[in-house]
């Protein structure tokens, strides 16, 4: 009991001690708050990932691809049927994009992903993240009369609106069609539309596929007819400054894409698209990298698809499991069921490891680093403390005197360091809470006072920075933080129980 | 004395082997050490010494008052000395010493002469290099640290010249340490109502009921010496050692103290040992034995 009373009292009457817990009570805000941000960072990235890779891909190790999908789904329905809710057949591919800003032909590398328009929002988010709420519910690569999202759907707070994308649409794509024809007509210099050469050019070209694309074959007039639909990353047709995003291209624009064939040598070709909507995960390595178009066509341009049979080729099928089913388990029973040398099947964990390996990695050294801060700050206790037990000393002598243990008095000192670490670590907790939960205002505020934004949502492409608090982690970092306290009261708790009584007593 | 020594090694052995769990006279269990826990004397029977009963103490008899016997608290042939850079410095040299019980005994001596370290010896702050401290014909100086602690919590009493108030509590609180030190903290926290009725009593009964909230800053000297006189006596002790508990004080106030300290004497059935180095204090005590060279050369009543 006394010990207790008597830690109390030091505590309220030692500021000293005090003021040597605040290296304590910052380490763990800082901790808190480098923590809560990490993991909301990661858990919105993995989301991200997640949603656009879906749960398991199987990929042929050949950009060739493999034949039959329908064949290989229902091979791995046979083999993990019980944990498949959906699957969906892509072909991937990397290609050039070009299209025109004013009098400029930009061209930029990409990765041309052929979906299955019925299937693809079964597996992945994909859909979620379209721009016309229309493609959201019901995709489709045909051009939307007007309607495109004019604010950032995805935005969880404000966000400044795309004014721009009110013109999207067929509207635009007309208003460009007249533009160009009265240059035209002005110029007196009729110049011949090019309908998708390299389609043409490949010998597997199906003319019966035409229609299905809305590509006319004869007479082709922008203003009523658009070529295949496509749909472009964000970052390929926009760029973002200070939070505001501006368009190079709207849906409604025409494209050029180039790719590979297969075969050995593999042959360039090349055909025009219609923008039709915008992808944003705001990732911005996928934003800026992936077109999507109807998985038929870029099989036609590639010529995938086999004569005799009327069948594509694929690369990969997208595979999304049902809640529950164990990603890994599932993972190595269809690795045991198919050939490693041509098939490569990976979980969207495994295709992302050394991402997410390097974001845990970042946020361990963190930690390793702000723990050492709390340490230091152990060692400012130990000195302290010290302190203090001299100053004490007389004390010390009187209550063995009156009979306490050397066991007794050491427990004094022992509780104090554990009270202090506890004060510390709470107020460590209340800064830190208060810090994660008004984030995004310190950030505003810091950015007003030293003029440079703290977060730029040019580079990461959240208007709010994420963060989660795991109260296991919070507890984890709370408990650190009073052990080191404690610990860090060993020596001058040993100190003190190891005073003579009688020296203690005569001590000045 | 030779008897004395044998018998009370018999003791000591006899409850340690077999673990006797002694119980305290309402009745609980309690963790202490027959030392600790009996009392070893009826102070109020003053009727000779009995040595049948001295030679045939046996573990059943622990719990049971002992009769009244010549000493209370006995020291035989105690040596100390203290190193001092490398050069021994010896301060007791072989000190006998006979208390009985209620007797208020004054030990005089010049400073350096030893005194407190007496004290000290006797009050198991320290051990001797030689000799023994007998409470009640039982040896006490070379028992457990447990026990010791147990002793100096119950048995003993301790008023020294600079008060050693813990400055952070305040009076009442002071006065309670020694019960929360002897007590875990449920029973304490229990019977804390009781405790702090006793201690109430006990600062009404020196003087000082109107002190309770105040720290020690707040109090003065004479004051600080009736706290501490307090604190001394919470936990009921047999012996009260006090290491000049005048020292500080001008003469009217220590006389005060003394006269206090007798009256306490009476009404708590207290044994007092007291050092001073003034004569004029002394004097009030029942009985003054002189110590200087290191042995006790004088007595005088």
């Known amino acids: 009991m006394y010990r207790w009373l008597l830690c109390w009292r030091y505590l309220k009457t030692r500021y000293i001690a005090l003021a040597s817990i605040i290296s304590v009570t910052l380490g763990v805000a800082t901790m808190i708050v480098v923590n809560s941000v990490m993991l909301g960072f990661t858990h919105e990235m993995q989301n991200r990932l997640h949603g656009i890779l879906s749960d398991l891909i199987f990929q042929s190790r050949s950009l060739e691809g493999f034949p039959d999908p329908d064949w290989h789904m229902e091979q791995i329905r046979r083999v993990a049927g019980d944990a498949i809710e959906a699957m969906t057949p892509t072909v991937v591919v990397p290609g050039m994009l070009n299209y025109q800003v004013g009098d400029a032909w930009m061209t930029r590398p990409v ?3 052929g979906v299955d328009e019925r299937t693809q929002a079964q597996v992945s988010d994909f859909s979620k993240y379209l721009q016309h709420p229309e493609n959201r519910k019901n995709l489709s690569f045909n051009l939307r009369e007007g309607g495109y999202d004019v604010i950032d759907h995805q935005a969880d707070g404000p966000s400044l609106p795309r004014d721009e994308m009110a013109l999207a649409g067929w509207e635009h794509r007309r208003r460009a069609a007249r533009l160009r024809k009265m240059i035209e007509q002005v110029q007196q210099e009729p110049e011949q539309q090019s309908p998708s050469q390299g389609a043409e050019a490949s010998p597997f070209t199906n003319p019966f596929e035409r229609a299905q694309t809305n590509e006319p074959v004869a007479a082709f007039d922008p203003e009523t007819s658009q070529y295949t639909g496509a749909i472009l990353g964000i970052g390929l047709a926009s760029f973002r400054r200070n ?19 297969v075969g050995t040598p593999p042959r360039i070709v090349s055909d025009t698209f219609t923008v039709v909507d915008f992808y944003e995960s705001k990732m911005s390595e996928y934003d800026a990298n992936f077109v999507f178009v109807p998985i038929r066509v870029l099989q036609q341009l590639r010529g995938m698809i086999d004569p005799s049979t009327g069948k594509g080729y694929v690369n990969a099928i997208s595979i999304k499991l049902k809640p529950g089913a164990d990603m890994n388990e599932v993972r190595d029973r269809l690795r045991n069921a198919f050939a490693p040398q041509y ?8 295709s992302q490891g050394p991402l997410l390996a390097a974001v845990n990695m970042e946020t361990a050294i963190l930690n390793v680093l702000l723990f050492l801060i709390i340490c230091v700050a152990g060692f400012g206790i130990l000195a302290i403390f010290f302190m203090i037990v001299v100053e004490k000393t007389r004390d010390i002598g009187i209550l063995k005197a009156l009979g306490a243990s050397a066991a007794g008095v050491m427990s004094i000192f022992l509780g104090y360091g554990l009270l202090l670490g506890v004060v510390g670590a709470g107020a460590g907790l209340t800064l830190g809470l208060l810090f994660v939960r008004h984030i995004n205002e310190i950030a505003d505020l810091l950015g007003r006072i030293t003029g440079h934004r703290v977060f730029d949502p040019d580079i990461y492409y959240f208007y709010k920075i994420p963060t989660i608090v795991d109260p296991w982690t919070v507890g984890w970092i709370m408990a650190g933080a009073m052990l080191i306290a404690v610990l860090a009261s060993v020596l001058p708790a040993l100190r003190a129980a190891r005073l003579h009584p009688v020296e203690a007593l005569r001590y000045e | 004395m030779n008897k004395l020594t044998s018998t009370t090694d018999g003791l000591s052995s ?10 305290s006279p309402n009745g609980e269990p309690s963790d202490a050490h027959p030392l600790v826990a009996r009392p070893h004397f009826s102070l109020r029977k003053h009727d000779g010494s009995s040595e049948t009963l001295r030679q045939s103490q046996d573990l059943e008899c622990v719990d049971e008052p002992a009769e009244a016997t010549e000493c209370l608290l006995s020291v035989r042939g105690l040596v100390k000395s203290y190193r001092k850079a490398n050069v021994e410095i010896p301060v007791l040299k072989g000190v006998d010493l006979d208390v009985r019980p209620g007797e208020f005994l004054a030990i005089v001596g010049q400073s350096g002469s030893g005194k407190s370290t007496l004290l000290h010896l006797i009050g198991l702050l320290d051990h001797p290099d030689q000799g023994a401290v007998f409470l009640g014909g039982d040896r006490i100086d070379n028992v457990p640290v447990r026990i010791r602690d147990q002793l100096r919590n119950r048995t003993f009493g301790m008023v020294f010249q600079f008060y ?13 340490v020694p019960v929360m030190i002897g007590r875990s903290f449920w029973s304490y926290w229990r019977q804390r109502k009781e405790y702090r009725r006793r201690a109430i009593e006990l600062l009404e009964l020196i003087g000082l009921g109107h002190r309770l909230k105040h720290r020690p800053h707040e109090l003065s000297g004479g004051e600080l010496q009736r706290a501490a006189i307090a604190r001394a006596l919470i936990n009921r002790p047999q012996i009260l050692l006090a290491d000049e508990p005048t020292g500080n004080l001008d003469p009217e106030t220590g006389a005060e103290i003394l006269n206090l300290l007798r009256t306490l004497r009476d009404e708590e059935h207290l044994t007092i040992v007291m050092v001073t180095h003034d004569h004029s204090i002394a004097a009030l005590a029942d009985r003054i034995v002189c110590l200087s060279g290191g042995k006790i050369r004088n007595e005088a009543t």
């Open chain 2, 14 to 23: 006899a409850s340690q082997e077999t673990g006797h769990l002694p119980r």
């Open chain 1, 243 to 261: 939070g505001q995003d501006h368009f190079l291209l709207l849906p409604g624009d025409d494209v050029k894409l180039t790719l590979p064939t």
């Open chain 2, 164 to 176: 050693h108030l813990l400055p952070e509590l305040t009076t009442l609180e002071n006065i309670l």
């Open chain 1, 343 to 350: 098939y490569a099947i990976d979980t969207w964990r495994d």
């Open chain 1, 111 to 113: 990765q041309i992903i």
